[in-house]
Each structure stands twice: as structure tokens, then as C-alpha cells.
């Protein structure tokens, strides 16, 4: 799967990626990683669930929506420079931030449809 998100990562930056793709990739890249899950791995089988379905799910769309051609370039560049993907602090504080919008939104929809 490694090799995977970093042929995922170059796909973000190409400027051939198609704009469906890359949108889906930088969701896919951000997510794994991400240091906050959409199901905490606390909670008794569910925790892994998206890390089992959800993120291979996400992978699989990604590379489907890559044109095959332009995915095979950057798969053979993956492997003869491996990279390791950058580890932000200002993008984990943006992605922090868009959870937690997220979380909020929720809960305010909750409330009001209990309250309304």
C-alpha cells in the first residue's frame, strides 16, 4: 500500500491527472495520512473498519479515475526514486481543522432535528 500512496502523492501533482482524480486522490492521500480516523480505533471492531474497507475502497477509485498510461509512469517513478511522503504540521492542522468543522456540522444538525 505504500507504494501505492506515493504513486497516488505524484499523481496529486501531475498536471495530466484529470481534476475528478485528483480531487479523489488528495482525499485518499490525506486521509491515510491523516493522524485522526473517521471511526477511532478504540472502539471494538468498528475502529479498523475504515482502515480495512474505506481506505483500500478510496486507493481502488483513485487509481481507477488515473488514466492507466499516466499511472504505469508514475508507478515505474515510485519505484526507482522511492520517496517518502512529506509530513506536514500547517496540512495535519488543516486537516484537524476540516474534522472537526465536520464533527461540529454534524452535531449541530443532530441537535436541531432533536430540538426543531
Known amino acids: 500500500m505504500q507504494l501505492q500512496l ?11 491527472t484529470p481534476l475528478l482524480a485528483k480531487l479523489i486522490v488528495i482525499v485518499v492521500v490525506a486521509y491515510a495520512l491523516s493522524p485522526i480516523d473517521l471511526i477511532p480505533d ?37 519505484e526507482a526514486q522511492p520517496l517518502s511522503l512529506p509530513k506536514n504540521f500547517r496540512a495535519s492542522v488543516v486537516i484537524a481543522t476540516l474534522w472537526i468543522s465536520a464533527l461540529a456540522a454534524v452535531a449541530y444538525w443532530l441537535w436541531k432535528g432533536l430540538n426543531g
Open 6 to 16: 506515493e504513486v497516488l502523492y505524484l499523481a496529486s501533482r501531475e498536471p495530466r
Open 42 to 78: 478504540f472502539i471494538p471492531l468498528l475502529g479498523y473498519l475504515d482502515d480495512l474497507l474505506l481506505l483500500p475502497l478510496g486507493i481502488w477509485l483513485a487509481i481507477k479515475l488515473v488514466p492507466a498510461e499516466l499511472w504505469h509512469e508514475l508507478q515505474a517513478r515510485a
